[in-house]
């Protein structure tokens, strides 16, 4: 089936048919964001559960973390598919299934699936960080909030941001999990293209277009990860150590 | 309740599925660390007149790491002729090798250079200071992320059922379709998702004692 790669006619019809694709991007980043919003916010909330002292709240928390990160995204989404409406139906007492939204099953089912991910990063992220910093920088004379903003985030942004957008490159990938629910995203489109065409350029189309979205994200990893490696500089901190900058 | 959906034709049904998810996994991680390891000693260790495959390697690795699973899966689908399981493998493997190979390298590169300069100075070529002194020792530091890739490559199976593989995702939504009422449904999607979770559950269980085990040694 590759012969037809280098036929240009073929070019011509997929390019002809680009509207298809770029809606089908359209909707693959409009799930990423909304994806990506639902996993940082319940990701955050379900890492600090399990660096509580509360044993249900860290119960809760890891139970969700083994469930999520142990069973495969395709099967959740498509149990939310076949049961979900039948589910919605018995607990909202509808008179017939509720028909759930291809896009809310999407951007729910990765947002679900990835703060699982992302609560770990977030734990190890909070547990990196001795307590004896938060001592020591009250001992020196900072404030509570200037010990956040100055000692203690810069450090927990150090070891979490590599790995968050590690997630989120990810995320963009499992979106792709919208097409065996027939989503209308990116993969979606390229496949029934490619399943009414016969044409392989389908595919390579969409090739193309996940990685305009996931190289950049790649690269921004690769940079991360270099200069979570480098030594902090020094830095003026008003009250603190205002000519830190000019004595070096 | 009427469970007779849960009779001994449809749990054999299902657990076949579940076998074949697991032979096919089991085989493109084996392949796909060949190939990874390969790829990551191109990508790390041709230099000079070599440079055009670290080239073509860092390429091949960049292209795989930014693409969806599921794209290589249709793709080599629709341009390979062959039966499913190898369709299935070659599809994990080419893709899957990518990803091993990152984590390979990510072993070299824990390696302290003192081991490749010593290997040097008693004389072992690079070929042979790869295979007795530097491999053996990445190994048993990427062992965790391996085999959480493992778990990675046993989710990522399900995809399969897209091109009608008769794994684990793929049997049991054949059974399922016959269930009439949402409860036996339910009992169903609990079954295969404690298979999916007992297997990946059972992998990271094991990653955690090794841990342990190299630690505390």
Request: aromatic share 12%; net charge positive; hydrophobic share 50%.
């Amino acid at each position: 089936m590759l012969d037809g790669l280098f036929d240009l006619s073929r070019w011509q019809v997929t390019l002809g048919s680009m509207d298809t694709f770029w809606q089908g991007f359209l909707v693959t980043l409009q799930v990423v964001v909304a994806g990506l919003a639902l996993s940082l916010a319940l990701g955050t909330v379900l890492g600090v559960f399990s660096t509580t002292r509360s044993r249900v709240l860290r119960a809760v928390s890891r139970v969700y973390v083994e469930f999520y990160q142990n069973t495969p995204l395709p099967v959740q989404v498509i149990f939310m598919y076949m049961a979900g409406p039948q589910i919605l139906q018995a607990v909202t007492g509808a008179a017939s299934p509720v028909r759930i939204a291809p896009f809310v099953l999407g951007f729910v089912g990765v947002g679900l699936y990835h703060a699982a991910y992302v609560s770990e990063v977030i734990r190890t992220g909070i547990e990196s960080v001795p307590r004896g910093q938060m001592e020591a920088a009250l001992s020196q004379g900072f404030t509570r909030v200037q010990a956040y903003r100055y000692i203690i985030l810069p450090q927990t942004f150090k070891v979490i941001l590599p790995p968050l957008c590690n997630q989120a490159l990810n995320l963009v990938k499992n979106t792709s999990v919208l097409a065996l629910v027939a989503g209308g995203d990116l993969m979606y489109r390229s496949n029934s293209f490619v399943g009414s065409y016969g044409y392989l350029q389908g595919y390579i189309m969409a090739c193309a277009l996940y990685f305009v979205i996931c190289f950049p994200l790649a690269m921004l990893v690769q940079y991360l990860e270099r200069r979570a490696k480098l030594r902090p500089r020094a830095k003026a901190i008003p009250g603190i150590a205002p000519d830190a900058a000019e004595e070096a | 309740m009427d469970l007779s959906i849960f009779n001994e034709a449809n749990v054999r049904f299902i657990l076949n599925g579940f076998l074949l998810t697991i032979e096919i996994s089991a085989m493109a991680i084996f392949f796909s660390v060949i190939c990874g390891t390969v790829l990551a000693l191109v990508k790390q260790y041709c230099r000079g007149k070599l440079s055009v495959l670290r080239w073509l390697a860092s390429a091949y690795i960049e292209l795989f790491r930014c693409t969806p699973n599921l794209l290589w899966i249709l793709f080599i689908y629709f341009t390979v002729r062959g039966d499913n399981v190898f369709i299935s493998v070659l599809a994990f493997t080419v893709f899957t090798s990518a990803v091993v190979a990152e984590i390979v390298r990510g072993g070299l590169n824990s390696i302290p250079k003192s081991q490749f300069e010593a290997a040097q100075s008693q004389g072992f070529g690079f070929f042979s200071s790869m295979r007795l002194i530097i491999l053996p020792q990445t190994f048993k530091t990427i062992i965790p992320a391996l085999f959480s890739q493992c778990t990675t490559v046993i989710k990522d199976s399900s995809y399969l059922a897209s091109i009608n593989v008769a794994e684990l995702m793929f049997q049991s939504r054949i059974v399922i379709a016959q269930s009439s009422n949402l409860a036996t449904t339910l009992l169903l999607y609990g079954f295969v998702f404690l298979l999916y979770f007992a297997l990946n559950f059972g992998i990271s269980l094991a990653v955690r004692a090794y841990q342990r085990r190299v630690v505390a040694a």
